[in-house]
């Protein structure tokens, strides 16, 4: 290509702005793209090509590029989990969409751009970058982004005050971000933690027991919220009473857990259930 070529100008709004960051994609994700992996990576055959050219130009190849380099810079983020992990309500999930910002900045970091592509001979083959190097390039450009666009009291508001519409629900499990959140958000957060009383549990003798904490369980904030309020009562008791509730929990009954665990009779264990019983009493009072 001749050095003329080299410095056409395109228009701003041309998705060949983007063509260099395109090339700069790990192997991976380039070929997880259903219209980017249709590309040359020959700049002869891409640019002598009608089809390729309104291939680029086409929304297909801009939004392939716009969920390919969101997933290159939110893991620099510092969020937890995958960018799937959250829904497009998330700001941060919003501003991994900067693909103009990635594009230009990636050209300044290193001279990666339209321009430099202009003056690689057409019959090369461009190679895919070393992925430790695409890493650290991304590290530094996300790091650029947020301080030269003054990001980061929003990363730090989304971080320490985030919402539910953030995250995105599975169908078939909760992801950890998720549980995360509800942990830190319904339990930090709020000034009474309590699901119900466990009176019940450490009562009876007939052999029927109620499970510690009973909700809903369809309703993974109280799930998790109940398991962290059982957990910090159990952190409380002696080993040796730790293992009677769990047994209890289980299902056991007071003969077998005196059998299980040595006791001469069942009295023991009723005692020491009692105990315990007294111990979340004043453990309840103090969570209201």
């Not at 040595?262 to 019983?277: D, F, L, P, T, W």
Request: charged share 30%; hydrophobic share 40%; aromatic share 14%.
């Amino acid at each position: 290509m001749s050095s003329q070529s080299a410095y056409f100008r395109i228009p701003r709004d041309s998705n060949l702005n983007y063509l260099a960051f395109m090339f700069f994609l790990p192997e991976d994700i380039f070929k997880s793209c259903r219209t980017l992996r249709k590309l040359p990576r020959c700049p002869g055959e891409l640019f002598n090509s009608e089809k390729m050219l309104n291939l680029i130009d086409s929304d297909q190849f801009l939004g392939d590029m716009m969920d390919a380099s969101s997933a290159l810079a939110f893991p620099h983020f510092g969020f937890g989990g995958w960018k799937e992990h959250y829904t497009v309500d998330c700001p941060v999930w919003q501003l991994t969409y900067s693909l103009p910002v990635w594009a230009w900045l990636l050209e300044e970091e290193t001279g990666w751009g339209f321009q430099r592509l202009m003056f690689i001979p057409s019959t090369d083959v461009i190679p895919f970058f070393d992925p430790d190097f695409i890493k650290g390039v991304m590290g530094r450009i996300v790091k650029r982004a947020i301080a030269e666009n003054g990001w980061q009291p929003i990363l730090d508001v989304v971080r320490d005050m985030p919402c539910d519409e953030d995250f995105e629900v599975f169908k078939n499990f909760i992801s950890n971000v998720r549980v995360d959140f509800y942990r830190k958000w319904y339990h930090t957060r709020s000034k009474k933690v309590k699901m119900v009383s466990l009176e019940e549990t450490m009562e009876g003798e007939d052999g029927d027991y109620v499970t510690v904490i009973a909700v809903d369980p369809r309703d993974m904030a109280a799930i998790v919220e109940a398991e962290d309020y059982c957990l910090r009562f159990k952190a409380l008791l002696t080993d040796k009473d730790r293992e009677i509730l769990e047994l209890r929990e289980d299902g056991y009954i007071f003969d077998e857990i005196s059998d299980m665990l040595g006791y001469k009779n069942h009295s023991g264990v009723v005692k020491r259930m009692q105990a315990i019983k007294e111990k979340f009493l004043e453990y309840e009072a103090k969570q209201k």
